[in-house]
């Protein structure tokens, strides 16, 4: 079995990734500041603050037989952890985004299409296009950094642990029950990948030695066939979708994807392409996806440990819902 180093392992997708090695039967190194959460059981924590240099002093030289960095939107991280690690490491595996992609509006794209042009720095509240900068810039540190590099450009993540409020929002809307405001979108595409599944994807590809770059996401579908699946998942008897035209949605200041007062997974037109990849290279490298309704009930019990009721960073509160259904036939 093999020693691996998790950069992240306290949170979401970058510790999915530790407990799926660590039940594969691998050691598990990560490194966090520890504020996010523990590491799964099994798993040892480094405490560093990649933001102070030479935060991975302590690490340096030390053999891995892979490395795996969740590094959000930094580059100076991403340098760094190759700097100290890159010539004791086997493999390295950078966690990207599909917004690299300059074209975020055509459906049917590959791992090949143009990039936007890398930037050093950002900030996430500087919008998608910074942040797919940055990554950018990061894969490229990555993939001149280590000679044995996967870059992984992961879709929405959804499933337990998700902090993002975004595909939660409609398992815990749904389960609600009673009239429910959907956007008039049906066939706008839709593309989710489960954090159990891209993890247990990305250890597998570490312990392959799996290099180049890949879409990270699933099949492709449509908003009206994923919302009828979560619906049917979740089983509220009284639930009704309620359609609103995307018209409609805007003029009351309803914002698509994510943040307050939102519909979560509907995209505006300018971005649909992003959630119409072609993740057929990632299928046929192994990547496995799961039921929806299986990310879904794992998701309401997720929202549930959470508090239904909780203020969320994405979707309608009651209130906002109530005063936007058009009046029941
Ligand atoms: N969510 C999505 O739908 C989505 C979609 C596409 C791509 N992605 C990508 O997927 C990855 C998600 O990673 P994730 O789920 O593990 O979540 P994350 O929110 O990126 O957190 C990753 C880890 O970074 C650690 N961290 C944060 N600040 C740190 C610091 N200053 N020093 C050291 N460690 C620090 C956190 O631990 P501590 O707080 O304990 O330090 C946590 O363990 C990212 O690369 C993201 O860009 C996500």
Not at 66 to 74: E, R
Not at 231 to 259: F, I, T
Not at 320 to 325: D, K, P, T
Request: net charge negative; aromatic share 4%.
């Amino acid at each position: 079995m093999g020693r691996w180093l998790v950069l992240g392992g306290t949170r979401f997708l970058s510790r999915a990734v530790a407990a799926e090695a660590l039940a594969r039967g691998h050691e598990v190194v990560c490194v966090a500041r520890g504020e996010s959460g523990p590491v799964p059981d099994g798993a040892s924590l480094v405490v560093a603050d990649r933001d102070a240099p030479g935060a991975l002093d302590a690490l340096r030289g030390e053999r891995f037989d892979a490395v795996v960095d969740v590094a959000t939107m930094s580059l100076p991280w991403v340098r760094d952890a190759l700097d100290a690690l890159a010539t004791t490491a086997g493999h390295w595996t950078f966690v990207s985004t599909l917004n690299v992609y300059a074209d975020p509006a055509t459906p049917g794209q590959g791992v090949d299409a143009p990039l936007l042009e890398p930037r050093e720095a950002g900030d996430l509240a500087d919008g998608p296009d910074a942040y797919g900068a940055v990554k950018v810039a990061s894969e490229q540190a990555v993939r001149a950094g280590h000679p044995r590099s996967l870059v992984v450009r992961a879709g929405l993540i959804c499933g337990p642990g998700d902090l993002s409020d975004r595909f939660g929002y409609w398992p815990a809307r749904f389960a609600r029950g009673g009239r429910a405001l959907v956007p008039d979108v049906r066939d706008q595409p839709v593309q989710l990948v489960d954090v159990r599944d891209l993890a247990a994807w990305i250890v597998a590809c570490g312990e392959e030695g799996r290099t180049g770059v890949f879409d990270g996401s699933g099949p492709r579908s449509t908003l009206g066939a994923v919302l009828d699946e979560i619906a049917a998942a979740v089983g509220a008897p009284d639930l009704v979708l309620v359609p609103l035209a995307p018209a409609a949605l805007e003029a009351a200041g309803v914002a698509p994807w994510s943040g307050p007062r939102s519909l979560p997974l509907w995209l505006p037109d300018t971005h649909t392409g992003i959630a119409a990849r072609d993740t057929a290279p990632a299928a046929a490298a192994g990547l496995r996806c799961r039921p929806i309704a299986d990310t879904v009930r794992a998701s309401l019990e997720h929202e549930r440990s959470l508090g239904v009721g909780r203020e969320r960073k994405a979707g309608l509160t009651p209130a906002e819902e109530a005063a936007l259904l058009p009046p029941a036939p």
